[in-house]
């Protein structure tokens, strides 16, 4: 079992930088894959960046702009967010899972464990 909180959401305009942080607690945190997905209102929730056994995979709508990563010394995973556009605003959620293979790391239905998401709001 797996904890997960998320942080760092907020309200920036087009072109800002926000840096979202999860903080995870429970099980052993560094055996787990992790991923951030988001989900706009009347969306789908979507697979943005996520790191597996070592490789990381970005959506291509971000790719560029957002950079995942990991401190498995504190159990936090982040993800930086630079160049935010209007289309970044969503509930941002971290979610983690027991051994995803690379290619999968976007998909939310290989997660098992969910934060409670934080809310990432981008004006134009």
């Known amino acids: 079992q797996v904890q997960l909180v998320e942080s760092g959401g907020g309200s920036v305009q087009s072109g800002g930088s926000l840096r979202l942080s999860c903080a995870a607690s429970?099980?052993?945190?560094?055996?787990?894959?992790m991923g951030w997905f988001r989900q706009a209102p009347g969306k789908e929730r979507e697979g943005v960046a996520g790191i597996s056994y070592g490789s990381v995979r970005y959506a291509d709508s971000v790719k560029g702009r957002f950079t995942i990563s990991q401190d498995n010394a504190k159990n936090m995973l982040y993800l930086q967010m630079n160049s935010l556009k209007p289309e970044d605003t969503a509930m941002y959620y971290c979610?983690?899972?027991?051994?995803?293979?690379?290619?999968?790391?976007?998909?939310?239905?290989?997660?098992?464990?969910w934060g409670q998401g934080t809310q990432v709001t981008v004006s134009s």
């Open positions: 979610a983690a899972a027991n051994g995803v293979v690379w290619y999968k790391v976007l998909l939310p239905n290989e997660y098992q464990y």
């Open positions: 429970g099980d052993t945190y560094s055996s787990y894959s």
